[in-house]
T-cell receptor, first 112, second 120 residues
């Protein structure tokens, strides 16, 4: 089985930096994704980590520690449009397929 | 590239009727397609995984006779909600994985825009 934990809600100020944590327990780990989802829309890909370390992509960075079962998504220079849910998702091999299993998501509210 | 479409984007149906949702990969061939369901303020729950030409694999707790999945080609999968009830009202999202991809995002899935189903 697998277990993915992330905070339910976070708030931050425009222009600031926010870190969204994700801890997990799983077998058959094949990588960790972060997705952004605005209300009523499908998730959009942000980042993918399969090796330990930091992956940077513009204002967004994602970190992974496989030994600790821990990842975080770092958002810099926050903008109002960054208000959304951020989903941590594991890729795991199960039942003959590589599946993407999502955490409950963290709703981020950015205010002026 | 890597665009996935869903049709319809929203549908309202009466209790007891069946609804079919289509998921198409527009510019790539998808070996595997996934169907998710999302209730308000909750995360995506994987319902089933389908490979072209074979039977879908359903997650625990998902009724295969109620949620019929057909993956007829490398670009089309359909989900039919049979005898829909109000509790089936949800946001249904499909995703597709590209054939022959390699590299760090081999496992990346491309999501469709979702279908909002309301059963009255």
């Amino acid at each position: 089985g697998q277990n993915i934990d992330q905070p339910t809600e976070m708030t931050a100020t425009e222009g600031a930096i926010v870190q969204i944590n994700c801890t997990y327990q799983t077998s058959g780990f094949n990588g960790l994704f972060w997705y952004q989802q605005h209300a009523g829309e499908a998730p959009t890909f942000l980042s993918y980590n399969v090796l330990d370390g930091l992956e940077e992509k513009g204002r967004f960075s994602s970190f992974l520690s496989r030994s600790k079962g821990y990842s975080y998504l770092l958002l810099k220079e926050l903008q109002m449009k960054d208000s959304a849910s951020y989903l941590c998702a594991l890729t795991m091999f199960s039942g003959g397929y590589n599946k993407l299993i999502f955490g409950a998501g963290t709703r981020l509210a950015v205010h002026p | 590239g890597a665009v996935v479409s869903q049709h319809p984007s929203w549908v309202i149906c009466k209790s007891g009727t069946s609804v079919k949702i289509e998921c198409r990969s527009l510019d790539f061939q998808a070996t595997t397609m996934f169907w998710y369901r999302q209730f308000p303020k909750q995360s995506l729950m994987l319902m089933a995984t389908s490979n072209e030409g074979s039977k879908a694999t359903y997650e625990q707790g998902v009724e295969k006779d109620k949620f019929l999945i057909n993956h007829a080609s490398l670009t089309l999968s359909t989900l039919t909600v049979t005898s829909a009830h109000p509790e089936d009202s949800s946001f249904y999202i499909c995703s597709a994985r590209s054939l022959g991809t390699s590299g760090p995002t081999t496992y990346e899935q491309y999501f469709g825009p979702g279908t909002r189903l309301t059963v009255t």
